[in-house]
């Protein structure tokens, strides 16, 4: 069986995470806290992401109007099926969590992929046509030489297949402290 699919690379800008911190309570729940920086390490603004929750809590927000449309317009284009309003506090807030969390896996990511050999493989399956629930981000290591369209190939889709009501995997591939992030969605098979 062959699988069509289309992959969009996923595009972040010149922002960057800083001072990343992952913390597992005592009930095994996990609270985030990140800083997104500008390109030239300007505090833009914290975020801080509950244990179970799906709300982020913002602060020290010094963006500029034309910093949040181009998050908008970055996100937009990573995500084509979403729509962001940026006349909503609330959802303002959590499209800036939510951008700053790909920003964080990503910079988790490179230091990681630093001190590994090997490739590490940090993705989640969704879906093009409604929001899914239940679905964790998920990890795994991979021996060097591996390329990312044999990650993608033979590895992602297989598991997305067997997931009916999913069609798409949003993934980010590390190796040696470079990460590259896709947008995967099934076209269909033959």
Same mark, same amino acid.
């Given at each position: 069986m062959k699988i069509k699919y289309l992959k969009r690379p996923q595009r972040y800008g010149d922002y960057q995470a800083s001072r990343v911190i992952w913390i597992t309570t005592l009930n095994d729940e996990l609270l985030v806290k990140f800083s997104i920086l500008d390109k030239?390490?300007? *505090? @833009?603004y914290?975020?801080?992401?509950?244990? %179970?929750?799906e709300d982020f809590a913002l602060s020290d927000c010094v963006l500029s109007t034309e910093q949040l449309e181009?998050?908008?317009? *970055? @996100?937009g284009e990573n995500?084509?099926?979403? %729509?962001w309003n940026l006349s909503d506090e609330e959802e303002v807030v959590f499209m800036l969590g939510f951008f700053g969390e790909s920003l964080a896996r990503r910079h988790w990511l490179a230091?990681?992929?630093k001190k590994d050999t090997g490739v590490i493989v940090d993705y989640i399956f969704d879906s093009s046509e409604k929001t899914s629930k239940g679905e964790f981000f998920q990890?795994?290591?991979?021996e060097k030489g591996i390329t990312e369209d044999e990650v993608i190939e033979n590895f992602l889709l297989p598991k997305l297949i067997e997931r009916e009501e999913l069609d798409t995997v949003m993934v980010n591939i590390a190796e040696a402290g470079v990460v590259n992030s896709y947008r995967v969605t099934i076209q269909g098979t033959e």
């Amino acid at each position: 069986m062959k699988i069509k699919y289309l992959k969009r690379p996923q595009r972040y800008g010149d922002y960057q995470a800083s001072r990343v911190i992952w913390i597992t309570t005592l009930n095994d729940e996990l609270l985030v806290k990140f800083s997104i920086l500008d390109k030239d390490g300007n *505090l @833009l603004y914290k975020i801080t992401e509950p244990p %179970e929750s799906e709300d982020f809590a913002l602060s020290d927000c010094v963006l500029s109007t034309e910093q949040l449309e181009e998050i908008k317009l *970055l @996100l937009g284009e990573n995500d084509p099926d979403f %729509e962001w309003n940026l006349s909503d506090e609330e959802e303002v807030v959590f499209m800036l969590g939510f951008f700053g969390e790909s920003l964080a896996r990503r910079h988790w990511l490179a230091r990681d992929s630093k001190k590994d050999t090997g490739v590490i493989v940090d993705y989640i399956f969704d879906s093009s046509e409604k929001t899914s629930k239940g679905e964790f981000f998920q990890i795994d290591y991979f021996e060097k030489g591996i390329t990312e369209d044999e990650v993608i190939e033979n590895f992602l889709l297989p598991k997305l297949i067997e997931r009916e009501e999913l069609d798409t995997v949003m993934v980010n591939i590390a190796e040696a402290g470079v990460v590259n992030s896709y947008r995967v969605t099934i076209q269909g098979t033959e």
